[in-house]
């Protein structure tokens, strides 16, 4: 078999196609990449398998012209290099590469120093690793996305020796160490590198055979997706053919999800016109299932959903029927969806944002059901999320703390420390202290190890607290929402007023006037994120409110409405001193749904996960400042200013 004309005739339709394309068609070359190559410092990583999908190039320009890319010979079949490379070729048939090529190493790709007809041979046979002498050459830092994944990369590859795992993505590497359990820094066992070698071996041999023509996530991110999707343990012993069929499963995700997210901040018009299609197809009856990871009675959460849950189902009569389980494990929760499906339950809330890895296998198994799941961070195109913005609430509870507080300290009590709750606790604080510029936040989490409900804070003068937002029948006590401390009594002046029901109400009106489909938006995931605006949440407040203060009140909260106003606009700053926001401007939605810090007039710290109650763990392990799904303001589109 001529080889090389097989090799040279696919180098030359790349050739040809880059040259229509006006772009080179020749090697890239790391020198003309890199003009200070030589200046930069190297670390010998000595002899390696590195694997031939990240070799792109050579160091010099050399021979170079000799290839084009993905190293494909186009010399005339007739040369002296023809030659020479069709007996390499037979001689790796027979007895395989005898000396490692040399190479260097640059943010994760290798470009060849001396070997590269070697790479050619290799690649032409189909090859996926090669062994090569390596040298790593090392970027300055910066805050480029790009440098700091790499260091990342080097910190990973330093932590357990596997060169092959590549991400594009600031924070992957932390995402991936979480899921075993391990943590950053900490000593891996031989037995954990070769689990995970095995894992990544069986992943990237089927992905990149089973989606090599399809246009899709780089290997390494989509492996991320790939374990976060079906967990870590749970694939752990999966052979290659499991792969596949997991692989087949996620093709949509991998093939199209560009990783954004669509925030949808406004519910729709209820006035808007029905698709005349959509119309002919919509279901008469929606039987939806709620699913709860703990026992309503025993969390307020839950009760206010279920709450939810009861009222949407009374609303819309025959046309809604619903049932509530209990699912606190994985594999509860995909137990009780099948049996669910069978039962004809076409929609499933799952309430809790703990649950949203659970719901991801479902999803894709069941493309033609609705998902959705209560959690401000997804990415999943088959999963759509909700929440509320709960921090514009938390403003006007910040005002009417601030119109109370005499002395400016100000007691607040957040929940978890995960994504939303900086953003709750900034805007109160901006509002109290919109209203009393002397205003202090000391903030204390009730998911703290340390935190005791009968005394919150020590400082007797902190005599006006926010604490948690709800309560539920089985709790009798009265230390819920704003209220004034009066020695040992409680005076209770507003609360934040969830309505759960509303929302679960229209987006069942939603799935019965064919207006939600689950397959419309094949690109983006989609989040609902509505707040006062969409009346699905509000405060209510004591008559014992000064009324004449409270119009302070109802007027930010008509502007919030209107969305003509947000908290947080105008100079910002964190507890550091860092400008966040400039005095002309006001945050995204993405910079408000990603904020990670605290503002200045805010006394407190996020507790580490050690620092935790147990039950808390598992979420903030998922959704936690810092966590697996750490948000990327880039992800995120919205549709309003």
């Known amino acids: 078999m001529d080889h090389y004309g097989k090799a040279r005739r696919d180098g030359l339709r790349i050739y040809t196609a880059a040259l229509q394309a006006h772009e080179d068609p020749y090697l890239p070359v790391l020198e003309k990449k890199v003009p200070d190559l030589a200046s930069l410092s190297r670390l010998s990583l000595g002899v390696i398998s590195i694997p031939l999908s990240r070799v792109m190039g050579s160091v010099s320009e050399g021979r170079s012209k000799a290839f084009t890319k993905n190293f494909l010979p186009i010399l005339e079949g007739g040369s002296e290099f023809a030659a020479k490379w069709d007996r390499l070729y037979e001689s790796v048939e027979s007895e395989g590469v005898r000396q490692p090529v040399t190479a260097l190493e640059y943010l994760g790709y290798y470009y060849i120093i001396e070997g590269n007809k070697r790479v050619s041979v290799m690649k032409a046979n189909g090859a996926k690793e090669i062994e090569a002498d390596v040298s790593r050459v090392i970027p300055p830092r910066t805050e480029d996305p790009e440098i700091v994944s790499y260091y990342e990369y080097c910190d990973f590859t330093k932590e357990t020796g596997l ?47 089973l989606l090599k023509d399809h246009p899709s996530l780089p290997t390494g991110d989509a492996f991320l997706t790939y374990l976060t999707a079906f967990g870590y343990r749970e694939v752990r012993d999966d052979d290659l053919d499991k792969t596949r069929d997991r692989i087949r499963l996620m093709a949509r995700e991998f093939e199209t999800h560009d990783g954004r997210v669509n925030l949808v901040m406004d519910r729709a018009d209820p006035t808007a016109a029905m698709p005349i299609i959509a119309s002919l197809f919509s279901p008469s009856k929606v039987k939806a299932a709620f699913l709860f990871n703990r026992p309503v009675e025993d969390s307020a959460w839950n009760y206010w959903h279920n709450l939810g849950r009861l009222e949407a189902e009374e609303k819309l009569g025959g046309k809604l029927e619903t049932t509530a389980c209990i699912v606190p494990s994985r594999a509860d929760f995909e137990e009780t969806v099948e049996r669910l499906i069978k039962d004809g339950y076409t929609a499933f809330f799952a309430t809790s944002p703990v649950m949203l890895n659970s719901t991801i296998q479902p999803a894709l198994t069941h493309p033609e059901v609705r998902f959705l799941c209560c959690s401000l961070l997804s990415s999943y195109t088959n999963i759509r999320t909700y929440y509320m913005r709960f921090y514009e609430a938390k403003f006007l509870l910040g005002l009417a703390a601030g119109i109370l507080s005499e002395n400016g300290k100000i007691g607040y009590i957040a929940d978890f420390p995960i994504y939303g709750s900086p953003s709750a606790v900034n805007a109160f604080a901006l509002g109290a202290r919109m209203v009393n510029p002397k ?143 400039e005095a002309d401007r006001r945050l995204t939605p993405a910079e408000i749904l990603c904020m990670d810090y605290l503002v200045d007039n805010v006394i407190g710290s996020f507790p580490k996960e050690n620092e935790l109650i147990e039950s808390a763990r598992p979420l903030v392990r998922l959704q936690g400042i810092h966590g697996e799904l750490m948000p990327e303001l880039s992800s995120f589109s919205w549709n309003r200013k």
Not at 178 to 202: F, H, N, V
Not at 543 to 572: C, M, N, V
Request: proline share 4%.
């Open 439 to 581: 205003a202090k936040i000391y903030m204390n989490w009730f998911s703290a190890s340390w935190y005791d409900d009968k005394q919150p804070f020590l400082d007797s003068e902190i005599r006006v607290i926010c604490n948690r937002d709800i309560t539920a029948p089985k709790y009798d006590a009265r230390d819920y929402g704003l209220y004034v401390r009066k020695g040992r009594s409680i005076v209770n002046m507003a609360t934040l007023v969830p309505r759960w029901g509303l929302f679960y109400r229209l987006i069942c009106e939603m799935i019965l006037n064919g207006t939600f489909n689950p397959a419309e938006n094949r690109q983006n995931a989609t989040n609902y994120w509505w707040g006062i605006g969409s009346h699905i949440l509000d405060v209510a407040f004591s008559a014992r409110f000064d009324p004449y203060a409270a119009r302070i009140i109802h007027h930010f909260r008509q502007e919030l409405k209107e969305g003509s106003f947000t908290p947080f606009e105008g100079e910002i700053r964190d507890q550091a001193g860092n400008l966040r926001c």
């Open 163 to 209: 060169y092959a795992i590549l991400f594009t993505r600031p924070g992957s590497y932390q995402k991936l160490v979480s899921l075993p359990g391990m943590k950053a820094g900490e000593k891996w066992t031989e037995d954990e590198i070769l689990s995970l070698r095995k894992i990544y071996a069986y992943f990237s041999e089927a992905y990149e055979t």
